[in-house]
């Protein structure tokens, strides 16, 4: 990849998401609500200046993330850990952010200072 990415969005499969809180909240709500603050994250990525990439198998995050890098999960591979170790194969090499999916409040500022932060403490960071 030319410009390989440098911020890992792991987005889990929609009908999965959120499961804490179906209490509260039907599917379609719950779905609604991670897309929403997906869509927040990539926005604040954006921003920043990053190189997004999205982890995922769900089909409905793929056609979301339609411009940008997506990397789709390895069936072999088991939980959240090794699907973000193979994917960090695949992208650049000397900064990498990830961040979850699901942090509304995010901004571009705060991407930007974390950044920061791990370059001068030669640190992984995860968001």
Do not use: C, Y
């Not at 599917?27 to 927040?40: D, G, N, Q």
């Not at 995922?56 to 995050?61: L, Q």
């Not at 960090?88 to 500022?109: R, Y």
């Amino acid at each position: 990849m030319a410009n390989q990415p440098n911020l890992l969005i792991p987005v889990n499969r929609l009908t999965k998401t959120k499961g804490r809180l179906q209490t509260f909240l039907s599917e379609e709500e719950r779905v609604h609500l991670t897309i929403s603050t997906l869509k927040t994250v990539i926005e604040a990525s954006d921003k920043a200046g990053f190189i997004t990439a999205i982890l995922t198998n769900d089909r409905d995050v793929i056609s979301l993330a339609s411009d940008l890098i997506v990397i789709q999960e390895k069936q072999e591979l088991k939980g959240l850990n090794e699907q973000i170790n193979s994917a960090l194969n695949e992208m650049a090499k000397d900064e990498i952010v990830i961040v979850h999916a699901d942090l509304p409040l995010i901004t571009a500022e705060s991407l930007i200072q974390l950044k920061k932060a791990a370059l001068q403490t030669n640190s992984i960071v995860i968001a």
